[in-house]
């Protein structure tokens, strides 16, 4: 296998960061940038020192028999669509979250992607943060044992300063706070305590005269399959800087962030504490796309999956939408959804 040549959809500042991570290997290029604004994608890549056609044209992109894998970044309503033209093309997948804005989009990309296997990433891209790592290792040596309680926070005061905020303020494109961007903490949930049985969930205004057109704050209960309990908070309307808190306790210990305390450390008094790069900023320094697209390149060169191919990314989702659901309705909703 040669160069492997990349089509990317989009030139916000996601797509200019796997735009930066594709580049910077010598054994992967970018061949298309898909943009309704090509002025502005062509000043982008000259920004950024790449040379790639620009074009309107997606399905005219992806069909290109030359191109091995497509990057998502466009908006989340247009992706279950865009990711079954890929896959029907044999492309290998890279998609940005949330991945449908609804069941029905989510379904579509699952069967396609079941008649078109192809590698796939879904950019949770918090699963490649270094802090993540280092807890992910430690729950699978037995650090703290099985995971009986798990709280993560989302707070982010996503306003206007934000460009995505133009669209991710409203219901057709941001959906829900979950949706949104509290999805990562969903999926950070799953991840160091398994799977989830039940939610039971909520949502609030912040200010009678917020922008969004769906309730920026929600609070949700989880009934995890192991038994144990779990809770997810998202604040897209919050006087904090950012944040994202990982609370994990477990039957031999417990992990504060990047704080361990643990049956393997005899005589431990305090929490000791692991120098790392925490998932606390929105900037892109804590955002790892470089080390999700190393991933994502070798899970196609040597067979294997990534760290968050689609199978797994998909039960996140589906936790995401019961959290709206029970919002909606007042009542729990139990996992995995009925078709």
């Not at 305590?193 to 920026?216: L, N, Q």
Request: with cysteine; net charge negative; glycine share 8%.
């Amino acid at each position: 296998m040669g160069t492997l040549r990349f089509v990317v959809v989009g030139t916000g500042w996601v797509a200019g960061e796997y735009l930066k991570a594709i580049a910077s290997r010598t054994d992967a290029e970018v061949a298309t940038v898909v943009s309704r604004n090509a002025e502005h994608a062509r000043a982008r890549l000259d920004s950024l020192g790449i040379a790639a056609r620009v074009t309107g044209d997606y399905e005219e992109a992806v069909k290109d028999p030359t191109v091995d894998a497509v990057v998502l970044c466009s908006t989340p309503d247009l992706r279950p669509e865009q990711a079954v033209v890929a896959a029907r093309h044999g492309k290998h997948l890279v998609l940005e979250k949330p991945l449908a804005m609804d069941r029905e989009g989510l379904r579509r990309m699952a069967e396609a992607l079941a008649r078109h296997p192809v590698a796939t990433a879904v950019s949770f891209v918090l699963r490649w943060n270094p802090s993540f790592a280092n807890t992910k290792a430690l729950i699978e040596d037995d650090a703290i044992g099985r995971v009986f309680m798990a709280q993560v926070d989302y707070w982010h005061h996503v306003g206007p300063k934000y460009p995505q905020y133009r669209w991710s303020r409203t219901k057709a494109q941001g959906g829900s706070s979950i949706l949104s961007a509290g999805c990562h903490a969903v999926d950070a949930v799953r991840y160091f305590a398994g799977d989830i049985a039940e939610v039971t969930a909520y949502g609030c205004r912040t200010w009678a005269d917020s922008d969004y057109e769906f309730d920026p704050n929600a609070i949700a209960i989880f009934k995890l399959q192991n038994g144990g309990i779990g809770k997810v908070s998202s604040s897209l309307e919050c006087k904090t800087p950012y944040k994202f808190n990982v609370h994990l306790l477990g039957e031999k210990g417990a992990i504060m962030n990047n704080r361990l305390f643990s049956h393997k450390l005899p005589g431990q008094t305090d929490y000791a504490t692991i120098p790392t790069i925490l998932p606390d900023s929105g900037d892109v320094t804590h955002h790892p796309f470089a080390e999700e697209i190393d991933d994502f390149i070798g899970a196609i060169r040597n067979g294997t999956r990534t760290r968050c191919d689609f199978a797994d990314a998909y039960r996140s989702m589906e936790v995401s939408f019961a959290i709206d659901e029970s919002i909606a309705t007042g009542r729990s909703v139990s996992l995995p959804l009925a078709e």
